[in-house]
């Protein structure tokens, strides 16, 4: 499995769990998997528990450092601003994500995390990965909440 499949079905196992369907991943350089992770807002009840924020967390510890210097983050959905900004912090030398997100997303829209002069490490950004099956399944999941 690729990485951002890997993501899918993260994103797909949170869908189950009642969260928003979300799913990210962290390889090093050699594309090694480091961590996996699913959205737990609702399970840990922590509205920053996003699938970044849990992935970028677990990637880091498992390498034993504050850094990860080389890797990819993997995320279905385009990261929202604090995200980003972890990512950056996390200096992750990329960052691919799926579905774009006009209303909540911080890469390509609204705060633009990295393209602000602030951002002291702007890690390679590519969109836009598998992005009818990322969006589809967030579709599918708020059409089912309406
Ligand atoms: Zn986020």
């Known amino acids: 499995m690729t990485p951002m499949e890997i993501a899918l079905e993260e994103a797909r ?16 350089a050699e594309g090694r998997l480091l961590a996996r992770a699913g959205n737990e807002v609702e399970a840990r009840q922590d509205p ?6 849990l992935a970028l967390r677990a990637a ?25 900004q972890a990512a950056s912090l996390f200096r992750v030398a990329r960052v691919a994500f799926g579905a774009y997100d006009p209303k909540s997303g911080g890469v390509e829209h609204g705060a633009r995390v990295f ?9 390679e950004v590519l969109g836009g990965l598998r992005e009818a099956e990322a969006a589809a399944l967030l579709g599918a999941f708020f059409a089912a909440r309406r």
């Not at 498992?62 to 995200?83: F, H, N, Q, S, Y």
């Not at 393209?115 to 702007?122: I, L």
Request: charged share 20%; hydrophobic share 45%.
């Open 60 to 84: 880091a510890a498992a390498r034993g450092g504050k850094r990860l210097d080389g890797c990819t983050l993997w995320v279905t959905l385009e990261p929202c601003a604090m995200c980003a």
């Open 13 to 28: 196992a949170a869908a189950a769990r009642g969260e928003v369907p979300v799913g990210a991943v962290v390889t090093d």
């Open 48 to 53: 920053s528990a996003h699938a970044e924020m």
């Open 115 to 123: 393209s602000r002069p602030q951002c002291h490490h702007a890690p």
